[in-house]
């Protein structure tokens, strides 16, 4: 009990020096352009592939599993939708780049404390949390919102290349069942959700990379434990996220 304690205490204490006033601003915005590259724009090309078969299984199981002569034929479409809008686009595929990003972060900055280079920046006189944690969480909580758009719009058109070219139902029952009763407020709730999910994958990670003691298996151990901590933390704020914004 007592070392989660300590744990949270820690990445309290880390966050503060993160969010302390940065000495040069030009010097921050250079890190977070790179960051907006390194953690946002390199993962358009996974989430595209994913939310693309994802949203033409979606498709087929709905088809298969829930097709009756009492049922709309449309309702495939909806249903594909609304788990697109409410779940896959924000909270599974921010899953999906904890894995990525955040092992990434992790043993970026672990590898950094190893070698002793966060050492020379402090030395250096430089807020070394700051610097290289700050511009991580806004480059990704910056990029978050068009990965999800990029999600829903490859797992629709991984819905209709389904519809198209494997034959099992009509395109426009599908399309008509897409735009059934859309709710706006979904895609700003997927949007809202992502932000946070965003912000526990960068912070999380970059702390457990921060804090490495040790060697090079010590990194590893840091972005396996980044992974698995940030993974828990999406899945428990999904709960109450969900609960505060749809209940």
Request: charged fraction near 10%; hydrophobic fraction near 50%; include cysteine.
């Given at each position: 009990?007592?070392?989660?304690?300590?744990?949270?205490?820690?990445?309290?204490?880390?966050?503060?020096?993160?969010?302390?006033?940065?000495?040069?601003?030009?010097?921050?915005?250079?890190?977070?352009?790179?960051?907006?590259?390194?953690?946002?724009?390199?993962?358009?090309?996974?989430?595209?592939?994913?939310?693309?078969?994802?949203?033409?299984?979606?498709?087929?199981?709905?088809?298969?599993?829930?097709?009756?002569?009492?049922?709309?034929?449309?309702?495939?479409?909806?249903?594909?939708?609304?788990?697109?809008?409410?779940?896959?686009?924000?909270?599974?595929?921010?899953?999906?780049?904890?894995?990525?990003?955040?092992?990434?972060?992790?043993?970026?900055?672990?590898?950094?404390?190893?070698?002793?280079?966060?050492?020379?920046?402090?030395?250096?006189?430089?807020?070394?949390?700051?610097?290289?944690?700050?511009?991580?969480?806004?480059?990704?909580?910056?990029?978050?919102?068009?990965?999800?758009?990029?999600?829903?719009?490859?797992?629709?058109?991984?819905?209709?290349?389904?519809?198209?070219?494997?034959?099992?139902?009509?395109?426009?029952?599908?399309?008509?069942?897409?735009?059934?009763?859309?709710?706006?407020?979904?895609?700003?709730?997927?949007?809202?959700?992502?932000?946070?999910?965003?912000?526990?994958?960068?912070?999380?990670?970059?702390?457990?990379?921060?804090?490495?003691?040790?060697?090079?298996?010590?990194?590893?151990?840091?972005?396996?434990?980044?992974?698995?901590?940030?993974?828990?933390l999406i899945l428990f704020s999904d709960l109450i996220l969900t609960q505060l914004l749809m209940g």
């Open positions: 009990m007592i070392r989660p304690i300590s744990i949270l205490g820690k990445y309290v204490i880390l966050m503060g020096r993160v969010f302390s006033r940065p000495e040069r601003i030009r010097m921050y915005f250079k890190q977070y352009v790179n960051e907006l590259f390194q953690l946002g724009i390199n993962s358009i090309g996974i989430v595209l592939l994913i939310s693309f078969f994802i949203g033409a299984v979606i498709c087929i199981q709905i088809k298969l599993n829930i097709e009756s002569p009492w049922m709309p034929r449309f309702v495939v479409g909806y249903t594909t939708r609304e788990i697109l809008l409410l779940e896959f686009s924000s909270a599974i595929m921010c899953l999906i780049l904890a894995g990525k990003v955040g092992s990434n972060i992790a043993s970026e900055i672990g590898t950094m404390r190893v070698t002793q280079q966060i050492d020379a920046l402090e030395i250096m006189g430089i807020n070394s949390a700051s610097y290289l944690i700050l511009p991580k969480i806004l480059g990704l909580m910056t990029m978050i919102p068009f990965l999800v758009i990029f999600s829903i719009f490859a797992g629709i058109v991984g819905a209709f290349c389904t519809a198209w070219f494997a034959g099992i139902m009509n395109a426009t029952d599908l399309e008509y069942g897409l735009q059934y009763c859309f709710i706006e407020w979904y895609i700003w709730c997927s949007f809202i959700k992502s932000l946070f999910f965003a912000f526990i994958i960068a912070s999380v990670s970059a702390y457990f990379g921060y804090t490495v003691e040790g060697g090079s298996i010590s990194v590893g151990k840091a972005s396996t434990n980044a992974v698995v901590s940030s993974s828990v």
